[in-house]
């Protein structure tokens, strides 16, 4: 299965600033997701990154809030803006590849907002 | 949005015993997986299952797709302390292409 380079690993910010958070994988892949992992919780799905066009956000989150980039098929980056300890939480990318259906996570970026 | 109702929430089981969860939903899922993250770890693919009815090992790991396609159980036999950990399954609508996950199930084993 792909391999998933996420980073950073963890960061711990000011309230009101951004943190662009970056996901590489090893080959190309079609679909790439970024979730976010409340403390304690389940996992929720913030957007699908498409590639060479805009971001397919789910209900309860917009793009001023978490812009999104997928420029080729092995990268894409989430931004987490105008930070609030609200947002405190695990940043996942997962990828999708055809070849066994599976879905595949990197280890996550622990973001602690203070 | 579509929910995965998961259970139980929590176990703690002595080392050796078998464990089992599942997940029911109202919905007809496609394709069931099930995971599970490690303390500072994303979650990893244990089992996959694509098909209705279909049971599917991975060693001590045995999981099932229901007939109904709105459940799916995992079972773990003899388990060992590695088993700790949070164990989610989640699942994939039909014609859909993101996933949907449970609330989790956290494993604790004393030895």
């Known amino acids: 299965s792909a391999v998933i380079s996420q980073k950073p690993s963890r960061d711990i910010c000011q309230r009101g600033t951004s943190l662009t958070i970056q996901c590489q994988v090893d080959?190309?892949?079609?679909?790439m997701f970024w979730y976010r992992q409340q403390p304690g919780q389940s996992l929720t799905l913030i957007a699908t990154?498409?590639?060479?066009?805009?971001?397919?956000?789910e209900s309860g989150f917009v793009i001023d809030k978490f812009p999104i980039s997928r420029p080729n098929l092995t990268f894409s980056t989430l931004t987490v803006s105008n930070m609030s300890p609200e947002d405190s939480s695990i940043y996942l990318c997962?990828?999708?590849?055809?070849?066994?259906?599976?879905?595949?996570f990197g280890s996550g970026t622990r973001l602690t907002v203070v | 949005g579509q929910q995965l109702n998961q259970s139980p929430q929590s176990m703690f089981i002595q080392e050796g015993e078998d464990v089992s969860m599942n997940c029911t939903s109202s919905?007809?899922?496609?394709?069931w997986l099930w995971y599970k993250q490690d303390p500072g770890e994303g979650p990893v693919l244990l089992i996959a299952?694509?098909?209705?009815?279909e049971l599917t090992s991975n060693g001590r790991l045995t999981a099932q797709f229901g007939i109904t396609r709105k459940d799916s159980f995992l079972n773990i036999s003899a388990s060992i302390p590695s088993d700790v950990g949070i164990y989610f399954c989640?699942?994939?609508?039909?014609?859909?292409?993101?996933?949907?996950f449970g609330q989790g199930t956290r494993l604790t084993i004393n030895p």
């Open positions: 990154a498409n590639q060479g066009s805009e971001a397919t956000y």
């Open positions: 989640a699942g994939q609508l039909r014609g859909a292409q993101k996933l949907v």
């Open positions: 919905s007809i899922f496609n394709t």
């Open positions: 080959s190309q892949v079609t679909m």
């Open positions: 997962s990828v999708s590849e055809l070849v066994n259906y599976g879905y595949t």
């Open positions: 299952l694509y098909k209705a009815g």
